[in-house]
């Protein structure tokens, strides 16, 4: 039987100490930080780095799934049926590799899978992250080649920041990505729209809930934020290489499995 069919059970040690902790954080100030380390500013960053490995090879594996078009939807998707507990958690794929495994297993762990919008050049420096994240069972798609502002680009440049990006991930997976995101704000404008279209991309995957995770809040502040606007079909923003990300995310799927909702792919949500 596939997992997505199947109920999600979280492991009762998680329940009972994340239970805990999250009535502990939804109760606390604004002002909570963790001391791990962020990939913004105000907190120490982690400095560990995985060694590197070489470039999974596209050859080796079956080809990654390929975007598809949901009848019905709009070009730009901000939110999935709100008629079913679902939810789908997406995170910006970008910064320190290490923060980034431990937020994929923590999530497997959970039997939640997400959905990871990986920057070109960090798939450059880290090629090894996407069939890590495919292999998880999570849906891989693009978020642009240099992550700069899109909105303020001409054609030419916005089209080869899509691309770029797709190009990276066809030659590492076989595929150009199930989803586009664009990179540094919320909405793709109309132009933005049009050349994902074009890319072969036939939605542009936008979020209703932003977890703010970037600005470093602490761990607690992103727990509140989340579970404070989530609700059946949200498409949650966070972000790879935040430590209040890894520390706020047992509490979230906590949460989450309080709610009956669970925290599927982009892809699954919509389907």
């Known amino acids: 039987m596939n997992v997505s069919d199947t109920p999600v059970h979280r492991r009762g040690a998680l329940r009972a100490g994340a239970g805990a902790a999250l009535a502990a954080a939804l109760a606390a100030g604004c002002g909570d930080r963790e001391t791990v380390g962020t990939g913004g500013t105000g907190a120490e960053t982690l400095t560990h780095q995985a060694p590197s490995r070489p470039a999974a090879s596209a050859a080796a594996h079956a080809p990654a799934p390929a975007p598809r078009r949901f009848p019905g939807q709009p070009v730009q998707i901000g939110h999935g049926p709100r008629d079913r507990a679902r939810v789908a958690l997406t995170f910006h794929g970008q910064g320190d590799p290490a923060i980034a495994r431990t937020v994929l297993a923590e999530a497997e762990r959970a039997g939640a899978r997400v959905t990871v919008l990986a920057v070109g050049g960090w798939l450059d420096a880290h090629p090894e992250m996407a069939r890590r994240i495919l292999d998880g069972g999570h849906d891989l798609g693009n978020h642009t080649q240099r992550h700069i502002d899109i909105s303020s680009m001409d054609e030419a440049q916005a089209y080869a920041e899509i691309t770029g990006c797709a190009q990276r991930l066809r030659r590492l997976t076989g595929s150009i990505g199930t989803w586009f995101r664009p990179s540094r704000t919320q909405y793709a404008t109309p132009l933005v729209q049009r ?55 047992p509490l979230l799927l906590t949460e989450l499995d309080r709610r009956q909702l669970r925290a599927v792919t982009t892809t699954e949500l919509l389907t």
């Open 195 to 249: 050349l994902a279209v074009r890319a072969g991309y036939p939605h542009v995957l936008s979020y209703d809930v932003d977890s703010l995770d970037f600005t470093s809040p602490g761990a607690a502040a992103v727990t509140r934020k989340v579970a404070g606007e989530i609700r059946n079909g949200s498409v949650v923003s966070m972000h790879f290489g935040y430590a209040d990300t890894v520390a706020a995310l």
